[in-house]
Structure formats: structure tokens, C-alpha cells
T-cell receptor, first 115, second 113 residues
Framework: AQSVTQLGSHVSVSEGALVLLRCNYS??????LFWYVQYPNQGLQLLLK??????LVKGINGFEAEFKKSETSFHLTKPSAHMSDAAEYFC?????????????FGTGTRLQVTL | DAGITQSPRHKVTETGTPVTLRCHQT?????MYWYRQDPGHGLRLIHY???????DKGEVSDGYSVSRSKTEDFLLTLESATSSQTSVYFC????????????FGPGTRLTVT
């Protein structure tokens, strides 16, 4: 069975500081990994995804994530936080077997950006 | 933005009443999913569909049923709502399986009193 662990349910950074949101996964097969962002009272929006190939993945809004197989990690980073980055972030792993791709989500990390 | 709508967007109902939530897509995607979002749990899969009339259970399917009679519509029914089903419900669609991302609707906030 797959699982995702997001360390830190709340992360607070100053505007302009580095953003680091942690995600570790467990999967019996090579994973497909996703980061989604959720703004208040909205649905989830895809930030980026890892499928195969290059382990450093760039996404929207200046975010990127690095797939590290040896550490079973897929941490999300952004060099300089902006107030508009305040939201909840979810890491997810896709089940590659069966009749559909079922996503298993982490419990989420709420990012607060302060002045 | 992917063309996904959910209705109603908000609903308050009483324990024991039936409730149906609707997801409608204009993307002609084959796969559709229902998730619920609860604090401390992230999103959990309730049911999914891999084609018209083809559905299967997800992680938290007890107390829920689904139907898909047309490509564009995926209905989630709570046969007899309970307070534990108070949640935010999200529909998602995807073009295919594997590395294809899922696109999410705006959500339905359901309160069972």
C-alpha cells in the first residue's frame, strides 16, 4: 500500500525567505508524485508532478521539487516566498495499478507567509 | 481551468436523509473521482469511475454509492446521511491513468445536523 507523510502541518516563513515543504512517500513500485495547492474555499490546483526522467521538477509560481529515490522524498521548495503563496499544500502519490490512478494524499501543510 | 462544476456548493441536511451530489465535466475525460476532505486526513478517495456505468470503491466507500450514466456526470449519493459524513467533497477528473494529473472541482461543503 502507498502512503505519504508530510512533516509539519503548519509552516511559517517571512516574505522573501526560502520555502521548504517536506514530503516522504512509501510505494512498492516506482512512484508518480504530485504537489497540489489549495487556496481558501477552492479546489486543488496542480503545482508540479514527477513521472520519470529528470529528478528536479519545475512547476508553476516558481516552485520546484526534487525526487530522491534513496530518501523516498519529494520536497517542495521556492527560493523566495511571496504573500500570495499562503495556502495549503498537498503531496500525493499515484497508484499505477488497477483500473484507474488513485491518488493517496498526505495530510497537508498550511503555509503562512509573514511580512 | 478544467471545466468541472459541482452542485450544490453548500448543503445542510438532517441525519437520516438521502443526499445526492453532482459532478459535471465538459472535458470528455474518461476517469472521474470523488474525494472527501477532512482536517488531519487530507483527501481520501470515496469512489471512482473508469467509464460510463463502470465504477469501483475507494478507501472510504462505506455509506456512499455512485452512478455514472453519462460521460459528463458522476453522482455521489449518501443513502442515509450521518454526522460523520459532514465534510467537503471534491470531484476530480483525469484523461487517463498513471502520470496523468487529476483536475479538481470547486468542492461541495456538506453539513449533516
Amino acid at each position: 500500500a502507498q502512503s505519504v507523510t508530510q512533516l509539519g502541518s503548519h509552516v511559517s516563513v517571512s516574505e522573501g525567505a526560502l520555502v521548504l515543504l517536506r514530503c516522504n512517500y512509501s510505494s512498492s513500485v516506482p512512484p508518480y508524485l504530485f504537489w497540489y495547492v489549495q487556496y481558501p474555499n477552492q479546489g486543488l490546483q496542480l503545482l508540479l508532478k514527477y513521472t520519470t526522467g529528470a529528478t528536479l521538477v519545475k512547476g508553476i509560481n516558481g516552485f520546484e521539487a526534487e525526487f530522491k529515490k534513496s530518501e523516498t522524498s519529494f520536497h517542495l521548495t521556492k527560493p523566495s516566498a511571496h504573500m500570495s503563496d499562503a495556502a495549503e499544500y498537498f503531496c500525493a502519490v499515484s497508484d499505477r495499478t488497477g483500473t484507474a490512478s488513485k491518488l493517496t494524499f498526505g495530510t497537508g501543510t498550511r503555509l503562512q507567509v509573514t511580512l | 481551468d478544467a471545466g468541472i462544476t459541482q452542485s450544490p456548493r453548500h448543503k445542510v441536511t438532517e441525519t437520516g436523509t438521502p443526499v445526492t451530489l453532482r459532478c459535471h465535466q465538459t472535458e470528455n475525460h474518461r476517469y472521474m473521482y470523488w474525494y472527501r476532505q477532512d482536517p488531519g486526513h487530507g483527501l481520501r478517495l470515496i469512489h471512482y469511475s473508469y467509464g460510463v456505468k463502470d465504477t469501483d470503491k475507494g478507501e472510504v466507500s462505506d455509506g456512499y454509492s455512485v452512478s455514472r450514466s453519462k460521460t459528463e456526470d458522476f453522482l455521489l449519493t449518501l443513502e442515509s446521511a450521518t454526522s460523520s459524513q459532514t465534510s467537503v467533497y471534491f470531484c476530480a477528473i483525469s484523461e487517463s491513468t498513471g502520470y496523468y494529473e487529476q483536475y479538481f472541482g470547486p468542492g461541495t461543503r456538506l453539513t449533516v445536523t
